[in-house]
């Protein structure tokens, strides 16, 4: 896929700061960038919108608010909270996309945590429709169903979009959440008119399955094909490159870049 | 649970021999056990068959055939041999149930690999018919879509179970690799009449997906309301008790077996 719809997601190089990353994609001509809520803390909300402001970069989503489950009424109420804030924070950064990964159950009722998910984006919809952003339910792969999120297949997003029929509320669809789902080409199909982002990277033998993601075309997603059925759906936006890998992790960040153009050419 | 239904599938003490294992067995109570294949041929078939009649221990199923997708043709027949083989140790060792374990993709082309895995079924169904095994599809959780199965739900498998149509043909249902399926109850009725078996461990934090698994209760799965499930769908066969996990591999297989007795009457 040609550059123009890159987007650089900044864990990807998470060993750089913003202003790195920032720098980075204007040298390397990559015209969207996706900024992580722990980076834009560690330098604060304000100067992160000014850097990203004055290198001219678009921003295709926040990452990431959700984590709804939560033991007690108290705690969900503190996690909603912080799901405003992080509204307020993409609206600030620029763009109207904000990822949720929605969290884990906080015991054994998966089924409860689900319910529990549903009642945090309801109660998040008036506050995302005044602040102008809309809330990417991404999916997450059924391994983090135990530590990151009770969400594990778009046709589970699909049924809470449809619930809700609201503008605010789509799917993010990342290939590694998502590329072994059996349902995956009538789902994607399904997303049509709601599909908020689309993340590439691949899968590889997995160690950790946190901090092993690929880089596209090292493992064995079929990147292309879906590619063509999110876009097939209509999904015209920026393609954001998401890759977790601690080897990764070790290289500067405009060297990982270079990597990433050829492979987003080949690949994607 | 009661352990009337207990059966200790082998790899669950991997360090130690089938003599140890069927030996614990006896000493425990235990009144079914469940060998693997790489076990029985460190011995032989006839040598493992003869401990399990002189220990009078049940069969429960013996681990694994499958493996079916492969580039070639010639390398896909060189699979479906070894399952005839599979087949003929099952029956050798006294079970009619073989454990599928389907195999993964030779190349990025998941649906292909898919239409390999029935196609290998299929032309094992007359085989098992004459030897009196059943074939029990085991979804694999979608963490090993790339390295182990492409059947990765238990809606996939009852699809198979359902095109097939043959007595031969039923599905085994382990809670490890299903247990985040927002379809799985609904899943769990279609199985009624074809379950073939029903494992039991639990969804500890993920290192290596494979060797990580937890003791029944130390995790997040709900592993009664999945066994009533499975039971309320008319299965009341022997229930294995089958644990990958690299710690445990450092106990002697009496005192691994020893654990298991109580977790599985409190979990279970």
């Not at 896929?1 to 204007?26: G, H, K, P, R, W």
Request: glycine residues 8%; charged residues 25%.
């Amino acid at each position: 896929m040609e550059t123009a719809y890159l987007s650089f997601n900044q864990i990807t190089s998470d060993n750089c700061s913003l202003e790195e990353v920032a720098e980075a994609c204007v040298k390397e001509g990559v015209p969207y960038i996706a900024p992580w809520r722990h980076k834009v803390q560690d330098i604060g909300v304000k100067k992160s919108a000014q850097i990203i402001r004055d290198s001219g970069l678009k921003v295709s989503s926040l990452c990431r608010g959700g984590m709804f489950p939560a033991a007690t009424h108290v705690e969900r109420q503190v996690r909603i909270d912080d799901n405003r804030r992080a509204i307020d924070e993409a609206a600030e950064l620029g763009t109207d996309v904000l990822v949720l990964v929605c969290g884990p159950s906080p015991d054994r009722d998966i089924q409860g945590a689900r319910a529990m998910v549903e009642a945090g984006i309801e109660a998040l919809i008036p506050y995302a429709e005044e602040a102008n952003v809309r809330l990417g339910i991404e999916p997450l792969h059924p391994v983090f169903a135990g530590d990151r999120s009770v969400i594990s297949t778009l046709g589970q997003a699909n049924d809470i979009v449809e619930r809700f029929a609201s503008p605010q509320v789509g799917v993010v669809i990342d290939v590694y959440h998502v590329w072994w789902d059996p349902n995956l080409y009538q789902e994607i199909k399904r997303s049509q008119g709601h599909i908020l982002g689309f993340h590439v990277n691949d899968w590889i033998k997995v160690t950790d399955p946190l901090t092993s993601r690929g880089m596209m075309g090292d493992g064995v997603i079929e990147i292309r094909r879906i590619r063509e059925a999110v876009e097939a759906a209509g999904y015209k936006g920026p393609v954001e490159v998401e890759i977790l890998n601690d080897k990764l992790w070790q290289h500067p960040c405009q060297e990982t870049l270079k990597r990433i153009k050829e492979r987003f050419l080949e690949y994607v």
